[in-house]
Antibody, heavy 123, light 112 residues
Framework: QITLKESGPTLVKPTQTLTLTCTFSGFSLSTSGVGVGWIRQPPGKALEWLALIYWDDDKRYSPSLKSRLTITKDTSKNQVVLTMTNMDPVDTATYYC???????????????WGQGTLVTVSS | DVVMTQSPLSLPVTLGQPASISCRSSQSLVHSDGNTYLNWFQQRPGQSPRRLIYKVSNRDSGVPDRFSGSGSGTDFTLKISRVEAEDVGVYYCMQGTHWPLTFGGGTKVEIK
């Protein structure tokens, strides 16, 4: 059974760096064909993909946020960490992590999601 | 970036009646490997998104067969054959053919 859970601060100040952790179970990021992605959703708005990391440590970022994002994995702890620098009130959103699979070269994204964590950016 | 445009924005439906959501992409979603990576997600009120459909028309495990996906190229449709109360929520299409991954703006399904 695959589960994911996001953790991190609920409130950050403008210009600060946000660090979010996704702790998962039911799969290993050392297994070929597995990945974890981050997606966010501002209140009342649509979903926005941010970044993802594959089992082989290949990483992909949203170009619009690439300069501010870093995604890493700790296979031994079953965790993926996302950092976002220079936070702004427009970054207020629920941040989700989600499992993805690569099956015979085919990207099958986000079949399992965490519950999400609301991050508010305010002074 | 590939822009995903959904319509309508809001879809009031009578229980037991069909519903149809359109999703159009700004460029073809046919990948060089021949597959079309178009996914549909459901987000019920207060819940995380849930994937319903992958690669245009493949239903995920546990998804009722009243949900179906179709389309090709740049034009895709999610259909609910008979809407039930538990189908209320926002539906998103998402393309996985081109980087960056992009979502549509969402369609809110509500009961009349």
């Amino acid at each position: 059974q695959i589960t994911l859970k996001e953790s991190g601060p609920t409130l950050v100040k403008p210009t600060q760096t946000l660090t979010l952790t996704c702790t998962f179970s039911g799969f290993s990021l050392s297994t070929s064909g597995v990945g974890v992605g981050w997606i966010r959703q501002p209140p009342g708005k649509a979903l926005e993909w941010l970044a993802l990391i594959y089992w082989d440590d290949d990483k992909r970022y949203s170009p619009s946020l690439k300069s501010r994002l870093t995604i890493t994995k700790d296979t031994s702890k079953n965790q993926v960490v996302l950092t976002m620098t220079n936070m702004d009130p427009v970054d207020t959103a629920t941040y989700y992590c989600a499992h993805l699979a690569v099956w015979f070269g085919e990207l099958l994204p986000f079949d399992y999601w965490g519950q999400g964590t609301l991050v508010t950016v305010s002074s | 970036d590939v822009v995903m445009t959904q319509s309508p924005l809001s879809l009031p439906v009578t229980l037991g009646q069909p519903a149809s959501i359109s999703c159009r992409s700004s460029q073809s979603l046919v990948h060089s490997d021949g597959n079309t990576y178009l996914n549909w997600f459901q987000q019920r009120p207060g819940q995380s998104p849930r994937r319903l459909i992958y690669k245009v028309s493949n239903r995920d495990s546990g998804v009722p067969d009243r949900f179906s996906g179709s389309g090709s190229g740049t034009d895709f449709t999610l259909k609910i054959s008979r809407v039930e109360a538990e189908d209320v929520g926002v539906y998103y299409c998402m393309q996985g053919t081109h980087w960056p991954l992009t979502f549509g703006g969402g369609t809110k399904v509500e009961i009349k």
